[in-house]
Each structure stands twice: as structure tokens, then as C-alpha cells.
């Protein structure tokens, strides 16, 4: 059971440069997360889905797309990558108990990006 | 005002020592809550679900005062390998974390 599954793991880019960090789960999750973490900023919330064909902004969207075509895939863009968006970038999925309630988030193992 | 405050310390502590970590939530209509250990910048990991009636787990004790809107741990009999940073998590859908407590626990 791979749980939550990130690629790439890292990756240095140029400045205005693109690219797509995949993020795979296979707990038929319907919320999944991604995060971006800076020292001293705990984990931010980017952008999130509650569900296929659905996502919604977090607290830090700019600069950032998404997209969720597939239940297990969430996919996070980023069309000009500027050096403010040097981060560790994690995905999260969870889904919702009997009563309603978030069960516990779990997360994938981090992507390391660099802008240059 | 971040969604969970938390004191980012570092607690600094010798083995064997009983350490408390708290925080607080602004939205009171949170649901779930949590507390996460996070090592060296890896994925965060579930520690333990908090529930209104506190739990225990072993030597970790949560407890959730929905009044006051804050959550706290506590860690008995503290072990080098509690050494990490500690998340406390509202959750409401989106998942709001703090910004992490650091625990030393020294020889």
C-alpha cells in the first residue's frame, strides 16, 4: 500500500521556467492538500480539492494552479516559477468518518524545490 | 490571524522530563483535531487524534478544550527519540496547522 505518492522528489529550476508536481494516492481519498513549507512558516495551504473535478483556493494560491481529473491525482502547477517559490512542497489526502468528521491527513514525502 | 497559534519554542528538556505543549484555534466551528510530529523537515506524521474526552497513548496525553479553543500535549518520561517538531492541527475540511513546536530532549 503506497499511501501518498509525490514526483518528482527534486527538482532546480530556472527562473520562469514551468512545471507539474504530481501528487498520487490510493486510499480513494476525496480531499487531498498541497502544502508548501518555509523555515519558521509552518506548512501553508495552497490549494486543495474536496473532491473530483473540484478545487478551491488555500491561503497562498498565487503563483500556483491545480487540477484533479482523476479521484487519486492531484496536480500542482507552477507556469513562471519566480525564486519566492523555493519551498518543500507536500501533498496531503484524507477523507471524512461516519459521523462527518476529517480523519487524519496523510502526507506524502515532499518535493524540494529550487528556483534560481 | 494564523488559523492555529502555537509556540514555536525550542523546549528544551533532559530525558525523563514531563513537557506540555499548547495552542489555540480561531474557528470555532473546527471539527477535527490533531497533533503531527514532524522530523527534519520529512512529511509530517500523525501522532495522535484529540478528542473532547482527552486520550492517552502511551506517555502522550492530548486534551481539547472546545471552550477556550485550545489544544494541548502533553509528553511523560521524555525520551531522546521524542527530539522533533510538534504540529497541532484544526481541521474543518481544510486542514490548518500551527507553525510547530520544537522539543530538544537531552541526554
Known amino acids: 500500500n503506497a499511501g501518498v505518492t509525490q514526483t518528482p522528489k527534486f527538482r532546480v529550476l530556472k527562473t520562469g521556467q514551468s512545471m507539474t508536481l504530481l501528487c498520487a494516492q490510493d486510499?480513494?481519498?476525496?480531499?487531498m492538500y498541497w502544502y508548501r513549507q518555509d523555515p519558521g512558516m509552518g506548512l501553508r495551504l495552497i490549494h486543495y480539492s474536496v473532491g473530483e473535478g473540484t478545487t478551491a483556493k488555500g491561503e497562498v494560491p498565487d503563483g500556483y494552479n491545480v487540477s484533479r481529473l482523476k479521484k487519486q491525482n492531484f496536480l500542482l502547477g507552477l507556469e513562471s516559477a519566480a525564486p519566492s517559490q523555493t519551498s518543500v512542497y507536500f501533498c496531503?489526502?484524507?477523507?471524512?468518518?461516519?459521523?462527518?468528521?476529517?480523519?487524519?491527513?496523510?502526507f506524502g514525502q515532499g518535493t524540494r524545490l529550487t528556483v534560481v | 490571524r494564523k488559523e492555529v497559534e502555537q509556540d514555536p519554542g525550542p523546549f528544551n528538556v533532559p530525558e525523563g522530563a514531563t513537557v506540555a505543549f499548547n495552542c489555540t484555534y480561531s474557528?470555532?466551528?473546527?471539527?477535527?483535531f490533531f497533533w503531527y510530529r514532524q522530523d527534519c523537515r520529512k512529511e509530517p506524521k500523525l501522532l495522535m487524534s484529540v478528542y473532547s474526552s482527552g486520550n492517552e497513548d502511551g506517555r502522550f496525553t492530548a486534551q481539547l478544550n472546545r471552550a477556550s479553543q485550545y489544544i494541548s500535549l502533553l509528553i511523560r518520561d521524555s525520551k531522546l527519540s521524542d527530539s522533533a517538531t510538534y504540529l497541532c492541527?484544526?481541521?474543518?475540511?481544510?486542514?490548518?496547522f500551527g507553525s510547530g513546536t520544537k522539543l530538544n530532549v537531552k541526554p
Open positions: 474557528n470555532s466551528a473546527s471539527q477535527s
Open positions: 496531503a489526502s484524507t477523507t471524512k468518518s461516519r459521523q462527518g468528521r476529517n480523519t487524519e491527513a496523510f
Open positions: 486510499m480513494n481519498h476525496e480531499y
Open positions: 492541527v484544526a481541521a474543518l475540511n481544510k486542514f490548518y
